[in-house]
T-cell receptor, first 117, second 116 residues
Framework: EAGVAQSPRYKIIEKRQSVAFWCNPISGHATLYWYQQILGQGPKLLIQFQNNGVVDDSQLPKDRFSAERLKGVDSTLKIQPAKLEDSAVYLC???????????????FGEGSWLTVV | AQSVAQPEDQVNVAEGNPLTVKCTYSVSGNPYLFWYVQYPNRGLQFLLKYITGDNLVKGSYGFEAEFNKSQTSFHLKKPSALVSDSALYFCAVRDLYRLGNEKLTFGTGTRLTIIP
């Protein structure tokens, strides 16, 4: 079974530039997550989709970050304009979601490593 | 709010010795607990989880974890450490904020180094 796919793996940009990351979840997984992991910290949730709807974006800095999952499958996370503090690993993850069933395992991709200079 | 704490930033163990990576949790309701491992320049890999049932959970690569409700702990263990176990380990707790909608809240991570 294929895992969560992410691209690009590495990106270096200058501050105030824009960047986009792409994610394709595990086939059949309705829930998709974007996490941000700053060096030395645990991952922090940015946004969660269930199918093509947003269920939690409370931690997403909406003045510069945006994300979409138009057809309920793959997703794009965009940063514009980037700041130095956005340097981090952006982890996409997915899980099965079934109303009434919880504790589903969340599977992560390899991450997209962003350096803002 | 749910939270987990990993009290040790760094753990060093000699190869062949047993290892323990500590995690304590704070939740309202039943705890659903997870361990993930992160190798250098890689994403997070799922190791094991506790949902219900037996307090000793077995996972990938020979790891196991013991759920202790009275001590609110979920320590990760392995009987005999390998050099290849050297990595960053994260404990996480499920935050169920709406039925069917859940996310993981992570600890700050513990760097495990196995010394040959």
């Amino acid at each position: 079974e294929a895992g969560v796919a992410q691209s690009p793996r590495y990106k270096i940009i200058e501050k105030r530039q824009s960047v986009a990351f792409w994610c394709n979840p595990i086939s059949g997984h309705a829930t998709l997550y974007w996490y941000q992991q700053i060096l030395g910290q645990g991952p922090k949730l940015l946004i969660q989709f269930q199918n093509n709807g947003v269920v939690d974006d409370s931690q997403l800095p909406k003045d510069r970050f945006s994300a979409e999952r138009l057809k309920g499958v793959d997703s794009t996370l965009k940063i514009q304009p980037a700041k130095l503090e956005d340097s981090a690993v952006y982890l996409c993850a997915s899980s099965l979601t079934d109303q009434g069933v919880s504790g589903n395992t969340i599977y992560f991709g390899e991450g997209s490593w962003l350096t803002v200079v | 709010a749910q939270s987990v704490a990993q009290p040790e930033d760094q753990v060093n163990v000699a190869e062949g010795n047993p290892l323990t990576v500590k995690c304590t949790y704070s939740v309202s309701g039943n705890p659903y607990l997870f361990w993930y491992v992160q190798y250098p320049n890689r994403g997070l890999q799922f190791l094991l989880k506790y949902i219900t049932g037996d307090n000793l959970v077995k996972g990938s690569y020979g790891f196991e974890a013991e759920f202790n409700k009275s001590q609110t702990s979920f320590h990760l263990k392995k009987p005999s450490a390998l050099v290849s176990d050297s990595a960053l380990y994260f404990c996480a707790v499920r935050d169920l904020y709406r039925l069917g909608n859940e996310k993981l809240t992570f600890g700050t991570g513990t760097r495990l180094t196995i010394i040959p």
